[in-house]
């Protein structure tokens, strides 16, 4: 059976999810209480601009005009219009991406540093003390809020012993590695508890699986059966583990980065909801989606290309 | 175990009996994991309810004469923040809220999410489909992020902050309840029930559901988690509770401040959380456990 037979299903499942995301995002708006032209424009209304959000929205038409009009505006790239930074609200989110997909992938990196040699040994010496210390040490990280820790890292690591800085995103490739290490490694933190926990079941399952039991009645050196088929299999466990879990990732980058005061779109979408400004929370909510929506695709495909028993399994 | 392993079949023998003895250990271990999570979890009920009965100050009132004063002062055990309101008292009315959360929180999404699952799962075809469409949305966002819009417009306050998690939260539990339905319709004592000719909702509410619920209580420990830390989370960014309302998230946001002088502004309620986090946790594991030790 062709290993990617599922994906046409995939695809247009991720279309209706699209679709789906443009609603949701499109009623967001509609959950303002009283008018919405009087709440976008706060303290800079005026009668002119309130009859220009009107018409732009499509106020005073149906309801279905009003989708089929955010969405061909959205066809283009226009998001809305920002009166607090008098600016496109498209143009106030590109200008906030960087930070925030620098800290996700950097998070994502120090997480599997972190997790996957304690997962993997957790896994193979169960009651070890890996294990031990590692369930214990877990359980207290994922139970913290992340946002409290990161305080409890700067008071720690910049106040007390000035190891790194407390704020700021630092200029240069390396800057940005040295300024955000303390931002990704609290969101890697509770991140971990998640995977350390898979990779452990993982290496578990894979451990009791008959074809470990025939490579090693063949005679293949142990080592070489841990290598090639336990942690091989228990890699591609964690694989999806990562795209169900993006949405905490992200989740975590968004307190984090208030914490750190750091210039990335979860600031952005704070102090844009603390200034009512209503175009740029909706552009985020629907940034953020969609970017989930297609990486669990490419999750999904990654595996399917990995493990030919998945493309099977998927979209069932 | 070692790297060395013998491959004779009495040592694949050894291996599987130590296996088996080793779970039977471990369940006796958990069943005292989950005691001593319930215990915990009751001590912080029974704290928050008594607060009037276990600290005589108000968490509200401010006294200017005793700003910043840090823990084992007399009468501020967890000593005062910046307006000279004693912490203690804070913590206890607060976890209130954070509790009401917990529990208000998790319990709405559960019921609804496993009854979506249970018959998204059962009736299966195209209302499957569309059911499990509406589900595969919501999972696209990111949990944060929506709830943060919802609140956004719809005002920041503690009952918009659970109609917030109302609306994206149940969708975990409709996936996990599905995926159990699914297999469970297959299975012989479901088969047995429909060919008696038990109704739908009988089949569904009285043979597959208490076969299995455990995934889904599993979760909603799991979840709770989650919750306390999000109520916390909003709270933190201003988008939850409201000062001068002693939630624990908005505690650690108006701490944030005097972190240089006096670190147990924040360090108090985050350890509340973190406590409450805790007993969750060790309930889970120990239901999980026994749960599935129950199990074949």
Redesign the interface.
């Known amino acids: 059976m062709n290993r990617f037979g599922t994906l046409p299903r995939r695809l247009f499942h991720t279309v209706i999810a699209l679709f789906g995301i443009t609603l949701v995002t499109f009623f967001l708006l509609r959950l303002i209480p009283g008018d919405p032209a009087l709440a976008i424009l706060g303290s800079s209304y005026t009668h002119q601009r309130a009859v220009a959000i009107d018409n732009f929205l499509g106020l005073n038409r149906p309801i279905w005009t009003q989708y089929g009009l955010y969405m061909g505006r959205l066809f283009h790239g226009n998001m809305g219009f920002s009166f607090f930074y008098d600016e496109p609200a498209t143009t106030v989110i590109l200008q906030h991406v960087a930070p925030t997909v620098f800290l996700i992938v950097y998070a994502g990196v120090l997480a599997a540093l972190i997790s996957f040699p304690i997962g993997f040994i957790s896994g193979l010496r169960r009651g070890g003390a890996v294990d031990q210390t590692g369930r214990i040490f877990f359980t207290l990280s994922f139970a913290m809020p992340p946002f409290w820790l990161g305080i409890i890292f700067i008071l720690l690591f910049s106040v007390h012993i000035h190891a790194f800085p407390i704020s700021g995103f630092g200029a240069g490739f390396i800057g940005h590695l040295y300024y955000l290490f303390l931002p990704a490694l609290t969101i890697a933190l509770g991140f971990s508890t998640v995977l350390v926990r898979s990779l452990r079941t993982a290496t578990i399952s894979a451990l009791q699986a008959e074809f470990v039991d025939t490579a090693r009645m063949k005679g293949i050196p142990w080592r070489q059966v841990l290598w090639r088929h336990v942690f091989r299999i228990a890699i591609l466990a964690v694989v999806a583990v990562y795209g169900v879990n993006l949405a905490y990732l992200v989740g975590g980058t968004v307190l984090v980065e208030n914490v750190f005061s750091l210039p990335g779109l979860g600031t952005l979408l704070v102090s844009s909801v603390n200034d009512r400004d209503y175009p740029v929370v909706q552009g985020i909510t629907l940034l953020f989606a969609v970017i989930i929506v297609c990486i669990n695709l490419l999750t999904d495909m990654a595996q399917a290309a990995l493990d030919p028993r998945v493309g099977q399994e998927i979209g069932q | 175990?070692s790297?060395?392993?013998a491959?004779s079949p009495s040592d694949?023998l050894m291996r599987a009996a130590t296996k088996a003895a080793?779970r039977r250990r471990s369940v006796t271990r958990r069943r005292l994991t989950l005691i001593v999570g319930l215990v915990l979890l009751g001590l912080a009920i029974l704290a928050v309810l008594l607060a009037p009965v276990l600290v005589s100050q108000n968490p509200t009132t401010i006294d200017p004469l005793h700003p910043l004063a840090p823990p084992l002062t007399p009468d501020h055990l967890l000593g005062t923040d910046q307006y000279g309101r004693d912490i203690l008292a804070r913590i206890l009315y607060g976890g209130r809220i954070d509790l009401a959360i917990a529990f208000g929180a998790t319990a709405v999404t559960l019921v609804f999410g496993t009854l979506y699952g249970l018959v998204s799962g059962y009736v299966g075809g195209r209302a499957d489909s569309v059911m499990m469409?509406?589900v595969?949305?919501?999972?696209?966002?990111?949990?944060?992020?929506?709830i943060?819009?919802?609140?956004?417009?719809?005002?920041?306050s503690i009952f918009n902050m659970f109609i917030a998690i109302w609306i994206t939260s149940w969708v975990a539990y409709a996936r996990i309840m599905r995926a159990q339905a699914v297999v469970a319709k297959k299975q012989q004592y479901v088969l047995a029930a429909r060919a008696l000719g038990y109704s739908r909702p009988r089949v569904m509410f009285r043979h597959i559901l208490p076969n299995t619920a455990s995934a889904v209580i599993i979760f909603s420990m799991v979840d709770a988690?989650g919750n306390i830390?999000l109520a916390?989370?909003l709270g933190?960014?201003?988008?939850g509770a409201q000062p001068p309302s002693p939630e624990w998230?908005t505690m650690?946001a108006d701490g944030?401040n005097y972190?240089?002088t006096s670190?147990w502004l924040?360090?108090m309620p985050?350890l509340a959380?973190?406590y409450?986090?805790?007993s969750?946790?060790?309930i889970g594991?120990g239901l999980a456990d026994l749960l599935r030790a129950g199990q074949p």
């Not at chain 2, 595969?136 to 949990?143: E, H, I, R, S």
Request: hydrophobic share 75%.
């Open positions: 175990m790297t060395a392993w491959a694949l080793g469409r509406v595969d949305v919501v999972f696209a966002f990111p949990f944060l992020v929506l943060i819009a919802i609140v956004a417009m719809l005002g920041p988690v830390i916390a989370s933190f960014l201003g988008l998230g650690i944030q972190i240089l670190w924040v360090a985050g959380v973190l409450i986090g805790i969750f946790a060790l594991d």
